[in-house]
Nanobody, 115 residues
């Protein structure tokens, strides 16, 4: 049924960039708001960014505003998170998420920012 497959994480130096992707299937992607969350060791899961169904409205956590950009391609059933000017505190497992499936979380993708 529903699948959310995150990819694009990795090890990057402070100040670097990564682009995360989330491939969605099993539901009508274009009719659902999509989100990126992250969870660092010892911390609660944190909402990072949100994008509306058509991509025209976005919202960001204050901690990433101006550095991260969420986008989506409904034709590809994919949501992206462009992360620039990365900081060590951005280190976390990143997950995409939709409230249409409140208990469903994918595997996530690890982002490690370290020199």
């Amino acid at each position: 049924q529903v699948q959310l497959v995150e990819s694009g994480g990795g090890l990057v130096q402070p100040g670097g960039s990564l682009r995360l992707s989330c491939a969605a299937s099993g539901f009508t992607f274009s009719r659902n708001t999509m989100n990126w969350y992250r969870q660092a060791p010892g911390k609660e899961r944190e909402l990072v960014a949100t994008i509306s169904t058509g991509g025209g409205a976005t919202n960001y956590a204050d901690s990433v505003k101006g550095r991260f950009t969420i986008s989506r391609d409904n034709a590809k059933n994919t949501v992206y998170l462009q992360m620039n000017s990365l900081k060590p505190e951005d280190t976390a497992v990143y997950y995409c998420y939709t409230r249409a499936f409140p208990r469903y979380w994918g595997q996530g993708t690890q982002v490690t920012v370290s020199s």
